[in-house]
């Protein structure tokens, strides 16, 4: 199983930033696919999750309103679209697999490498 996320930068506060992540078409067309994120000396959060039909989706509620998460089957990739980044937006950006659709890391099995995300004021 190989997750690989990209799409992370630097970017000023209020722009949009848009991260992808591709999997294999297995792992695409069966799982669930989240997004969490990671700021320097603070736990793991969820940020967004989508369904393997690409349906049902969940965000956290710090995000919830600018930021989307879709899945692209032509290309088995996930994205997630940011909009109006804040700075406290910043941190490691990590795509991972679940078999279901939830909020809880412990639902998911396999992660992609981070990427970094950073918004200045």
């Known amino acids: 199983v190989q997750l690989q996320a990209f799409g992370g930068g630097l970017v000023q506060a209020g722009k949009s930033l848009r991260l992808s992540c591709t999997a294999s078409e297995r792992t695409f067309s069966t799982y669930a696919l989240g997004w969490f994120r990671q700021a320097p000396g603070k736990e793991r959060e969820f940020v967004a999750a989508?369904?393997?039909?690409?349906?049902?989706?969940t965000y956290a509620d710090s995000v919830k309103g600018r930021f989307t998460i879709s899945r692209a089957r032509a290309d088995n990739t996930v994205y997630l679209q940011m909009n109006t980044l804040k700075p406290e937006d910043t941190a490691v950006y990590f795509c991972?697999?679940?078999?279901?659709?939830?909020?809880?890391?412990?639902?998911?099995?396999?992660w992609g490498q981070g990427t970094q995300v950073t918004v200045s004021s």
């Open positions: 989508v369904g393997w039909s690409g349906g049902d989706t």
């Open positions: 991972a697999r679940g078999l279901v659709i939830t909020r809880s890391s412990r639902g998911y099995d396999y």
